[in-house]
């Protein structure tokens, strides 16, 4: 085995453009792993855990750019690093748009070149971030704040700071936002409308969406807060700013919420506020149960109240859909039940949405076997081995677990790939169940990423998917529909309703 590493002094990517570059190099032949990240004392623990962590890296500075290779031969290594110069070299002339004009390198630069910009997405390492931050606020920016590894304390003095200021921060760890129809980071095209969002998730932001979308209705804002905003340390300050933002939004007639449970002062907060509003406001706190009709059990259902108000119609008549829907995947499970081999009795969920893995563990309360996760929620216990599925198992491969030294599993197809092979050659697996997530930022090819992996796996066991995004995405929800459709696959319109078919088949089964 060898590896082989090069440092680029001063040469800084974005996390997405790299996860790319690592996903590329990663395909090729004779490449056993690779990494392209920066300097920092994080992505050096990242490379140390992947073997890849070569004593020239060791001094590296935050701005500098590490490409580790672990191949099987001098010859694929060499290659390798020769490539990803390339690929790099080919990302930096697109961002650029092929263009040789001036390109700013500071904040400053930047507004200079584009004075009327009011909003600045920050992708820095995250102990430069709050204060690329701060000043983006200082001068009137909105921050989106792609960033992780930023602390509480920072992230409470920005957001405090902007409210002063009555500006957004959205983040830090905010991977979704649909502001003004420009879809921000991972996002999907959508129409335009009236239903605006605040989303403490950015997959559940991208779900709620899309159906919108997909049902006809749109997207005034959508507003990501990032998952820390609605804890006690922060105190939904972001949250409850969108959600005043949207309240006095014109064009918003509609209002969802989406997020964990958030805690119990900001949700006494939450309330208060919008007990004011007099615009509807759908919620979906994942995993509290629904005390009044505006709440919603699923990231669907919440998505078809927000339509139902959009066209004046009453919710009860979203209620009496989806119990009509929920009679229809009986009927489907039971003949897809009675395809299962003898002895095929469990459920394996590999999710790249950890939002869509919780959700499948609040609708999986009493599910025959019991359940198992790596991120358990609800009645689910924690999976012992990360490597072997028990009984009935849902795993969110987006899990710091999963991702070391690799690209988000929403990229990087490779680790639930050879996962999927594992669990269709289990004798005890009925359904393998799948999220797969389409838009900006997303794998720009699923289809064939999967198409050959689930045919092999549907020819022994049900699968069982579905699709997130939209026709209008890079990727064509249609058409990544059809091709797994044609693999062999049960393709459902949302996370829900495939969780929901699933399990009653397992039900049916009775593990």
């Not at 997959?203 to 997207?219: A, H, L, M, Y």
């Not at 340390?233 to 969802?256: N, Q, Y």
């Not at 050879?418 to 794998?443: C, F, H, K, M, W």
Request: hydrophobic residues 45%.
């Amino acid at each position: 085995m060898v590896v082989k590493g090069v440092i680029k002094k001063g040469a800084y990517f974005d996390s997405v453009a790299l996860m790319n570059v690592g996903r590329e190099l990663s395909a090729r032949d004779g490449v056993v792993d690779a990494a392209v990240v920066m300097g920092t004392k994080e992505n050096k623990g990242i490379l140390a855990n992947s073997s890849l962590l070569l004593n020239e890296f060791k001094n590296a500075a935050d701005t500098d750019l590490l490409i580790g290779i672990k191949a099987k031969t001098q010859a694929a290594a060499e290659s390798a690093v020769k490539a990803a110069e390339e690929l790099l070299a080919a990302t930096r002339k697109q961002a650029s748009g092929g263009s040789e004009d001036f390109k700013p390198m500071s904040l400053a630069g930047a507004l200079e070149k584009i004075p009327d910009a009011n909003l600045a997405l920050i992708s820095v390492a995250g102990r430069y971030a709050a204060g690329e931050a701060m000043k983006a606020l200082a001068g009137g920016l909105h921050v989106m704040l792609f960033s992780d590894n930023v602390s509480i304390e920072d992230e409470k003095e920005l957001k405090q700071f902007a409210r002063k200021k009555g500006l957004l921060v959205m983040g830090p760890d905010c991977g979704t936002a649909i502001i003004n129809g420009v879809p921000l980071a991972f996002a999907n095209v959508v129409n335009r409308g009236d239903i605006g969002v605040v989303a403490a998730s950015g997959t559940g932001c991208q779900e709620v969406t899309s159906i919108i979308s997909n049902e006809g209705c749109g997207i005034s804002q959508a507003i990501g807060t990032g998952g820390r905003d609605v804890k006690k340390d922060i105190g939904g300050i972001m949250f409850i700013e969108s959600l005043k933002a949207l309240a006095a939004d014109k064009d918003t007639r509609v209002i969802l919420l989406v997020s964990k449970p958030p805690h119990e002062t900001v949700m006494r907060e939450i309330r208060k506020i919008t007990s004011k509003i007099r615009k509807p406001v759908v919620s979906m706190f994942l995993g509290a149960a629904p005390t009044d009709p505006l709440m919603a059990l699923t990231l669907e259902e919440a998505a078809l109240k927000a339509v139902a108000l959009s066209r004046g119609r009453k919710v009860k008549d979203v209620e009496r859909q989806l119990a009509e829907s929920d009679a229809a995947l009986r009927d489907q499970a039971k003949v897809l039940s009675k395809r299962c081999k003898k002895g095929q009795k469990y459920l394996r969920g590999l999710f790249s949405g950890g939002t869509f893995c919780t959700e499948a563990q609040i609708l999986y309360q009493k599910l025959p076997g019991g359940l198992y996760a790596n991120a358990p929620a609800g009645s689910a216990k924690r999976l012992k081995n990360l490597q072997k599925s028990q009984k009935n198992t849902v795993i969110d491969l987006g899990e710091d677990e999963f991702t070391v030294g690799r690209p988000h599993p929403m990229i990087d197809f490779s680790l639930r790939n050879r996962r999927i092979a594992q669990e269709a050659s289990d004798p005890e697996t009925a359904v393998i169940l799948l999220d797969v997530v389409l838009g900006y930022g997303s794998n720009m090819d699923p289809a064939v990423e999967l198409k050959n992996v689930v045919a092999k796996a549907a020819k022994k066991v049900q699968v069982i998917c579905s699709v997130t995004g939209t026709d209008r995405d890079p990727q064509n929800r249609r058409k990544v529909q059809q091709v797994l459709q044609q693999a062999g696959a049960v393709v459902m319109p949302t996370n829900a309703a495939a969780c929901r078919l699933a399990g009653y088949i397992i039900e049916n089964l009775g593990a």
